[in-house]
């Protein structure tokens, strides 16, 4: 379980870390995200900084397990939202999400079999 867990937070900090990059660099694509979900510009940076401090809780979890844990939830959390914003706006394109939150729910799911 200790092999699985690793890999899977890895993939999972390289998936937020890597889109954590893009919110905060100023991309074009998260700008129009937030457009299209009718979510103020002034927002993109704080949702990149969410996502840099899940990955950065996700990978300080291999030192203190709890903090890894709540940063699993947070982002569970996060992509959570994420599907609400989705949705309310009648946005079916879910496969970038489906794909995101399939990595940090697996990532809650590891590490709560591998910690408890």
């Known amino acids: 379980m200790h092999t699985a867990h690793v890999i899977v937070t890895l993939v999972t900090a390289f998936f937020t870390g890597s889109a954590a990059v893009v919110y905060l ?4 694509y998260p700008k129009a995200q937030a457009d299209m979900k009718r979510i103020p510009r002034r927002y ?3 949702l990149g900084s969410l996502l840099a401090a899940g990955t950065v809780g996700l990978l300080a979890g291999f030192a203190v397990p709890l903090l890894g844990l709540a940063a699993a939830a947070g982002l569970v959390l996060y992509f959570t939202g994420a599907l609400v914003a989705h949705l309310r706006v009648g946005s079916r394109n879910l496969t970038g999400w489906a794909i995101f939150f399939g990595t940090v729910l697996g990532n809650l799911v590891t590490n709560l079999l591998y910690r408890y």
Do not use: C, F
Not at 25 to 28: D, K, R, S, Y
């Open 44 to 46: 993109v940076p704080v």
């Open 25 to 28: 660099i100023g991309h074009e």
